[in-house]
Nanobody, 115 residues
Framework: VQLQASGGGSVQPGGSLRLSCAVS????????MRWYRQAPGKQREFVAH???????SYADAVKGRSTISRENAKNTVYLEMNSLKPEDTGVYYC??????????WGQGTQVTVSS
């Protein structure tokens, strides 16, 4: 199983991006999917969480500006981010846990927010 993150880029403050995490194989193997990010010089931090049952949660820093969603037919999880701020800059990683408790990480996609 592989997780392939994409969709990062450079945007101005206030802009939007939609990140994608494509799962090789079936997304139905995964009990939950998460997005994390790592800013330069900082530790990786939680961003958003989605379970197979539809539960979602968000870090306070992105709550109200971000939406995590799944498209099962495409074996893909998305993270849509709006009203982006410079502090949202970092490498974004997708992460998944299967129902038999195996953990997988994607390779990361760079998001840069600057004017």
């Amino acid at each position: 199983v592989q997780l392939q993150a994409s969709g990062g880029g450079s945007v101005q403050p206030g802009g939007s991006l939609r990140l994608s995490c494509a799962v090789s194989g079936s997304i139905f193997r995964f009990a939950d999917m998460r997005w994390y990010r790592q800013a330069p010089g900082k530790q990786r931090e939680f961003v958003a969480h989605s379970t197979s049952g539809g539960f979602t949660s968000y870090a306070d820093a992105v709550k109200g500006r971000s939406t995590i969603s799944r498209e099962n037919a495409k074996n893909t999880v998305y993270l849509e981010m709006n009203s982006l701020k410079p502090e949202d800059t970092g490498v974004y990683y997708c992460n998944g846990h299967t129902f038999n408790d195996h953990e997988f990480w994607g390779q990361g996609t760079q998001v840069t927010v600057s004017s």
